[in-house]
């Protein structure tokens, strides 16, 4: 399994949300008691995020926060003890219509890196868990970019924040089985969408970790640069409850267990070790890292688990700290990153989903 990174996009929806309008927002939405009120600041702090993107447009955010309506959005709060906020069939509308032009942004900048031709794309795959239409991404990348109609389409869905890296392993497979292959593969997450209504201290801490966005690459097996030398997936045993993410009335529900920094901790380390040494590499050997940030919590996990030092992290730290996490997406923006950079390699990409899973990916 190999290709090489030909091109890199990524991009973000117009509306930018400051952790000070973030934590208003909880306030209104799901606070229900003066003592909710005085918990949520202190969580929203401990995360570290500074801002995020967001596709919900900033008239439903001033409207929210001022008690206004103007916006006229699903979203606005509808005054009732027991709001749930929309259905997930609305939720999932603002999904169709937005996912696809911000899929395409991030499509476009990988394109305009690449300077290659869009005719000459074979396959496109495509990673979302945030949301269901069809036609959908798909269909507004191949319109968007004038793809071929004969194009080859993949999609990963609902794999959760660890969803590039299984999409990076479909187009290395799809590279290394035709050489010939021209693989766009595109991740796009509108998190927002599932905001949490009311009070679940489970699905706000969800609420004060997500934001939006997309990422795209285009990939061949002849270039020049990063390549993906390999992935790897492992379960982690006895973690099925940790971590989940399932379809409800209003909107897709996550839970987030506090084992999983155990978990990860525990079992990433060994796991790594053996399928490094598969492939004649190290810890030693890594040069540089990309680590989802799940979390604070997460990422600490894996520092201490692999003895990392603080500057490994830097890098996830930082777009953590500017947009949040993103789900799916957020891996590829850090690997921008430290492409940008000059990062030296081999580097190791890692992310976790539902399962409790971690996948990884090894670039050189």
């Known amino acids: 399994m190999t290709f090489a990174i030909r091109g890199l996009g990524t991009a973000l929806p117009a509306t930018r949300l400051t952790q000070e309008e973030a934590l208003g927002l909880a306030r209104v939405l799901c606070c229900r008691t003066p003592e909710q009120t005085t918990w949520v600041p202190l969580m929203y702090a401990g995360t570290g995020i500074r801002g995020r993107n967001i596709s919900l447009p900033r008239q439903l955010v001033e409207d929210v926060l001022r008690g206004t309506r103007l916006s006229g959005s699903v979203f606005l709060p509808s005054g009732e003890a027991e709001d749930s906020g929309p259905s997930t069939a609305a939720r999932m509308a603002l999904y169709a219509e937005h996912a696809g032009p911000l899929a395409l942004s991030a499509a476009?900048?990988?394109?305009?890196?690449?300077?290659?031709?869009?005719?000459?794309?074979?396959?496109?795959?495509?990673?979302?868990?945030?949301?269901?239409?069809?036609?959908?991404?798909?269909?507004?990348?191949?319109?968007?970019?004038?793809?071929?109609?004969?194009?080859?389409?993949?999609?990963?869905?609902?794999?959760?924040?660890?969803?590039?890296?299984?999409?990076?392993?479909?187009?290395?497979?799809?590279?290394?089985?035709?050489?010939?292959?021209?693989?766009?593969?595109?991740?796009?997450?509108l998190c927002s969408l599932h905001y949490h209504y009311g009070w679940d201290p489970q699905k706000i801490v969800a609420n004060a970790l997500f934001g939006d966005g997309a990422a795209a690459l285009l990939a061949d097996s002849t270039g020049q640069g990063w390549r993906l030398a390999a992935c790897g997936s492992c379960w982690l045993p006895d973690s099925a409850s940790a971590m989940t993410w399932e379809i409800g009335d209003h909107g897709f529900a996550m839970t987030l267990s506090r084992q999983v920094p155990r978990l990860i901790y525990e079992h990433l380390r060994p796991w790594l070790q053996d399928w490094l040494g598969r492939l004649n590499r190290s810890l030693a050997d890594i040069r540089s890292w990309v680590i989802h940030p799940g979390g604070p919590k997460i990422l600490d996990a894996v520092q201490e688990g692999l003895n990392l030092p603080d500057e490994a992290l830097s890098a996830s730290r930082a777009v953590f700290a500017e947009q949040g996490n993103m789900s799916s997406p957020t891996?590829?923006?850090?690997?921008?990153?430290?492409?940008?950079?000059?990062a030296p390699r081999p580097c190791l990409a890692l992310a976790f989903g539902p399962g409790l899973a971690a996948e990884a990916a090894l670039f050189v």
């Open 108 to 189: 476009l900048r990988a394109m305009e890196e690449a300077r290659l031709p869009a005719h000459g794309i074979t396959h496109l795959v495509t990673v979302s868990c945030t949301g269901f239409a069809a036609p959908g991404v798909d269909l507004a990348l191949i319109e968007g970019l004038k793809l071929s109609p004969e194009v080859a389409r993949t999609h990963v869905g609902f794999m959760g924040c660890h969803g590039a890296i299984n999409g990076l392993r479909v187009a290395g497979a799809f590279t290394q089985a035709d050489p010939r292959a021209l693989v766009l593969l595109c991740a796009v997450e």
């Open 331 to 342: 891996i590829l923006f850090i690997l921008d990153r430290l492409r940008r950079a000059a």
